[in-house]
């Protein structure tokens, strides 16, 4: 039956389901069956019991080489330049750069891998515990959270389910897949809470996955569906959320408590690593400004455009690192190892410029991803919860689909909500172009810009290193690995 074994440190399930700091009391199943759980008065014995599902979908999202790095680095936000032997990799990420990137991409493999672990550990769940209404309900909408990045990265993948596991799936279409996410969260959304759970889902995360697959909905379907997007938004926006004060404390280290933020991933560099943006993008030397428990590997960077986007008042572009680099104790940083060609020379300066993706970018060119906090004496992985889905995103999401209703007065006054908290002069007037800037300048580093881009007829533009993309590269190739492994498997089209 149940246990309960107190613990002074977090393992990972209790993160999930409890927050990512505290002293809590874990509860551990042991031989327990459906009927035990579909009785108990305990709700805590169904959150022990789906955290095996939550702790794949944490897995690994905020690392390298996996689903947040393709959707990154294909867009005009970031890239990982090549200096000398240093991130060559292959490679893989000056293709995923320049959008020429193949089917057998190690990255692509490991995003496919990391979604479908995540299904097939909620499909176990179904299997094993078929009569427990409000376990079922929350596994499934989170399934079709696993889906909405399917449908967005790779468009035509198989849907499997707790009545279709074994053998080799075959694809489906992306509008069979859109049908499936729009049917597992509104068959299902009645049955989750409307309270603020963060770390698990919940009425208002879930009305946002429906937000965010209607927004797109002419992407992947080819039918609009901007009146749906913005009920949804309206629903999510009514809930129990409101704009921090700080834009920053919805990433800070201790962010469990952000009034913004609707569904995270509750990273902790102890029980729950994974979160790797600290060693992604900043300077080797970098480790003595944060004093880090490893060194970073200097690798991605922003583009020089998209930060000169920002306006100067703008309290957002506080993302970007940029400038001198400091020790913790306030001496300035010396990369002796600097390029002789580099302007800078060997004091340590994060520049907007990168003089080139490759093969020899210099070492300390490109302002690097700070919108994270990275607080003194982190390890490798961060303990920042990652956020999902959070208001901010949620009003900019009300705010285009209101705008390509032509309910521009809508759009104006909701598009201002967000620029106000970012220190801006309140708009007069709203374009389409305007919505799609804000987004960049909101959503920077958070897995956003690569579907915006898209969506708005910006995908296939050149930008620097980067010509014009095949229009086939909206969505990624089914992973090479996968097709070999499963002869049921068809590619998308153009590769």
């Known amino acids: 039956m149940l246990k309960y074994i107190s613990k002074i440190c977090l393992v990972i399930p209790a993160v999930f389901l409890l927050g990512s700091c505290g002293e809590l009391e874990q509860e551990v199943l042991d031989g327990v069956t459906a009927e035990d759980i579909a009785n108990s008065?305990?709700?805590?014995?169904?959150?022990?019991?789906?955290?095996?599902?939550?702790?794949?979908?944490?897995?690994?999202?905020?690392?390298?080489?996996?689903?947040?790095?393709?959707?990154?680095?294909?867009?005009?936000?970031?890239?990982?330049?090549?200096?000398?032997?240093?991130?060559?990799?292959?490679?893989?990420?000056?293709?995923?750069?320049?959008?020429?990137?193949?089917?057998?991409?190690?990255?692509?493999?490991?995003?496919?891998?990391?979604?479908?672990?995540?299904i097939g550990e909620i499909n176990n769940l179904i299997i094993s515990y078929p009569d427990v209404p409000a376990l079922n309900a929350e596994l499934k909408v989170l399934r079709a959270l696993v889906y909405l990045w399917l449908i967005d990265s790779f468009g035509n993948v198989p849907i499997v389910t707790e009545e279709s596991t074994g053998g080799n799936p075959t694809n489906n279409s992306r509008a069979e897949v859109f049908a499936f996410i729009e049917k597992s969260v509104k068959d299902n959304i009645a049955l989750l809470p409307k309270t603020d759970t963060k770390t698990t889902l919940n009425y208002y995360s879930a009305q946002a996955m429906l937000a965010k697959l209607y927004l797109n909905a002419q992407v992947y379907t080819g039918t609009a569906k901007w009146a749906e997007a913005e009920a949804a938004a309206d629903l999510v926006i009514a809930g129990p959320y409101s704009l921090t004060t700080n834009f920053f404390s919805n990433f800070s280290t201790r962010n469990g408590g952000s009034t913004e933020n609707i569904l995270t991933l509750p990273y902790d560099q102890n029980n729950a690593g994974g979160f790797n943006l600290v060693q992604m993008t900043l300077h080797y030397l970098s480790q003595n400004t944060y004093n880090l428990q490893e060194q970073p590997w200097n690798g991605y960077a922003s583009l020089e455009e998209f930060y000169n986007s920002f306006d100067a008042k703008d309290v957002r572009k506080a993302s970007f690192l940029e400038g001198p680099q400091f020790a913790a104790d306030g001496t300035r940083l010396n990369d002796i190892s600097a390029e002789a060609t580099d302007p800078d020379g060997q004091p340590l300066t994060f520049t907007p410029k990168i003089n080139q993706l490759a093969p020899n970018a210099f070492r300390q060119a490109g302002v690097r991803v700070g919108k994270f906090e990275f607080a003194t004496g982190a390890g490798s992985s961060l303990s920042n919860d990652y956020p999902l889905f959070r208001l901010g995103d949620i009003i900019l999401v009300k705010a285009e689909a209101a705008f390509r209703q032509n309910k521009t007065a809508v759009a104006l006054t909701n598009i201002n909500r967000v620029r106000t908290r970012a220190g801006l002069a309140a708009l007069t007037t709203v374009t389409l172009d305007d919505l799609y800037k804000e987004r960049g300048f909101e959503m920077f580093a958070e897995a956003s810009r690569r579907t915006d881009q898209i969506r708005f007829g910006k995908w296939n533009l050149p930008w620097w290193e980067k010509g014009a993309s095949q229009p086939f590269r909206a969505i990624f190739p089914i992973p090479l690995q996968q097709i070999n492994a499963n002869p049921n498997l068809k590619q998308n089209p153009g590769y």
């Open 41 to 118: 008065t305990n709700p805590q014995l169904i959150n022990v019991l789906k955290a095996s599902a939550y702790s794949r979908i944490v897995g690994s999202w905020g690392g390298h080489n996996s689903i947040w790095s393709i959707n990154e680095v294909a867009s005009d936000e970031m890239a990982i330049p090549q200096k000398g032997a240093d991130w060559e990799d292959g490679g893989q990420w000056l293709r995923m750069h320049r959008h020429t990137w193949q089917a057998s991409e190690e990255s692509f493999n490991n995003s496919w891998n990391y979604c479908y672990t995540a």
